[in-house]
């Protein structure tokens, strides 16, 4: 399997412009999370979805913050406007049961994002 | 508030030295998983721990799971440069899929 792939990799914008990221989870995977990635506050989730369905979108911070999941292999992150305190590494990852009741999380290689 | 708290924060050591990281809660996990995150990457899973007092290897890593399922401690032997990355603790509640990731502890094997 080619594992959780995410695009693009690094994308560089300026403020008030619409950022869209994207996810391919891992193929029989039912859930999809979004997280955040910064030196201050480590990794931070920010929605997660159970078979295409947000479950908790608790930790989006903002209005400006919306993540859709159309269907099992694609899941997008959307922030509009953009503002520079969002810049940075946003990951994506998709998981399944393992042992025993443990749930085990498989991240993708994440997109940096600078917002000046 | 900081559920898990990783330490140290920041480790660098010698090629071949040994070393322990530290994953410490008040919160009981029914599973604990150790990432390891290298730079311009994501976290790559490692290992999950389920029993209390369970120690796993993986090569010249050591994990272990507290008796109370409340810390966790992971142990390198001989460490060399390719073990140089950001070390995440991460605790998972029975029946629920997300994690409580610590902040990590960030490790420098210089040769």
């Known amino acids: 399997d080619a594992g959780v792939i995410q695009s693009p990799r690094h994308e560089v914008t300026e403020m008030g412009q619409e950022v869209t990221l994207r996810c391919k989870p891992i193929?029989?995977?039912?859930?999809l999370f979004w997280y955040r990635q910064t030196m201050m506050r480590g990794l931070e989730l920010l929605i997660y979805?159970?078979?295409?369905?947000?479950i908790d979108d608790s930790g989006m911070p903002e209005d400006r913050f919306s993540a859709k999941m159309p269907n099992a292999s694609f899941s997008t992150l959307k922030i509009q406007p953009s503002e520079p305190r969002d810049s940075a590494v946003y990951f994506c990852a998709s998981g399944a049961w393992g042992q025993g009741t443990s749930y085990e999380q498989y991240f993708g290689p994440g997109t940096r994002l600078t917002v000046t | 508030t900081q559920l898990l708290e990783q330490s140290p924060q920041f480790l660098s050591i010698q090629e071949g030295e040994n070393l322990t990281v530290y994953c410490n809660s008040s919160s009981v996990f029914s599973s604990l998983q150790w990432y390891r995150q290298e730079p311009g990457e994501g976290p790559v899973l490692l290992v999950t721990?389920?029993?209390?007092?369970e120690v796993k290897k993986l090569k010249r890593l050591t994990f272990q799971f507290g008796d109370a399922r409340k810390d966790s401690s992971l142990h390198i032997t001989a460490a060399q440069p390719g073990d140089t990355g950001l070390y995440l603790c991460?605790?998972?509640?029975?029946?629920?899929?997300?994690?409580?990731f610590g902040k990590g502890t960030m490790l420098l094997v210089s040769p």
């Open positions: 193929s029989g995977h039912d859930y």
């Open positions: 721990v389920v029993t209390g007092g």
């Open positions: 979805f159970n078979n295409n369905v947000p």
């Open positions: 991460a605790g998972s509640y029975s029946g629920y899929s997300t994690l409580t």
